[in-house]
Structure formats: structure tokens, C-alpha cells
């Protein structure tokens, strides 16, 4: 099965966190990382009384379900340090979120897919359309669709730091 999670953090260490991160899921016997984007700054969504963040996207392989994969990626955010306190939208030195999972659409207790607010991040639409210009949000359109709406400063203020 094809899945697509992003990828982000806005500590110091958090690009090289996004590196670990794609190490360990790379390393799972489950999951192979196909393809990654290159890494983002970006300013913060939500609460943006922090620094700014960096974000990335990668395409994985999994012979997991989705609940499972939801599960791995939680505990690689604990094995890198990930701590889920203070607000919501804060800061944090990783995060890593499940967006697509085939052409699934699901909205559970657990999970919701496609991702519900992915069409509406550029710090996600960005780097998707850098890997997959064509993809396919399941129930939105495309990503470049849902880019071409946002607003085109939050859009320009997504910069590629290296790839």
C-alpha cells in the first residue's frame, strides 16, 4: 500500500530529526521510503508565537494498515524525543502525520484520511507537488488545486532549504 506523511519539527535539531525519522521507518521491516521531498522552512500554521518550522513530505511502501502505520509513526516520534504537551499547534522537535493512505477515506476515533486540513497547508501542498505534481487529494482534488487557493504569501513563504 502507497502512503504519504509529512514531516516537521521547529526545534534545532529538527531537520536532522526529519532525516532519523525517515532512517527508522526506512528500517522497519514493513515500510520502505520511496521517495522524500527536500526540506522546507516555513512559518508557523496555528499558534505563530514560535519559530519557524521545517517540513518535508515522503511517499512510503507499507504492508501495514493505516491504524498500524498511524501507530509506528507515533512511536517514532516518542523514540526521537517527541513529548505531547503544552498547546496545541506548539512547538515540538518532530511530528509526523499519516495525510494519505492509498485512496482511503476513513474518519475513525484514531485517524482521519485523507488528513483534514492537508489541503489548506501549504507547508504540505508544497513539497507534495514538488514529489507528485499530479497527486490526488482523496475527496479534495488535486494538490496543486488546493495550492492555487491558498493565499499566495503563505504560499511564497514556504522556501526549500536543501534536497
Known amino acids: 500500500m502507497k502512503a504519504w506523511i509529512g514531516l516537521g519539527g521547529n526545534f534545532a535539531e529538527s531537520q536532522s530529526l526529519i532525516d532519523e525519522a525517515l532512517q527508522l521507518l526506512d ?8 521517495r522524500r521531498s527536500g526540506i522546507y522552512r516555513t512559518p508557523p500554521w ?12 515522503a511517499e512510503l511502501e507499507t504492508a501495514l494498515l493505516a491504524e498500524e502505520l498511524l501507530d509506528v509513526l507515533l512511536d517514532t516520534e516518542r523514540r526521537l524525543g517527541r513529548k505531547r504537551t503544552g498547546p496545541k499547534w506548539g512547538p515540538r522537535c518532530i511530528d509526523l502525520d499519516l495525510l494519505t493512505f492509498q485512496n482511503l477515506e476513513l474518519n475513525s476515533a484514531k485517524l482521519e484520511l485523507p488528513h483534514p ?3 489548506l497547508r501549504a507547508f504540505v501542498l508544497v513539497p507534495l507537488v514538488e514529489l507528485e505534481p499530479g497527486f490526488e487529494i482523496p475527496g ?9 487557493g491558498l493565499d499566495r504569501h503563505e504560499v511564497d513563504a514556504v522556501r526549500l532549504l536543501n534536497h
Request: charged share 15%.
Open 27 to 34: 528500517a522497519h521491516d514493513r515500510i520502505a521510503v520511496l
Open 46 to 57: 496555528g499558534s505563530t508565537d514560535q519559530p519557524d518550522f521545517f517540513n518535508a513530505v
Open 117 to 119: 486540513r492537508m489541503h
Open 140 to 148: 479534495i482534488g488535486t494538490a496543486q488545486q488546493a495550492l492555487a
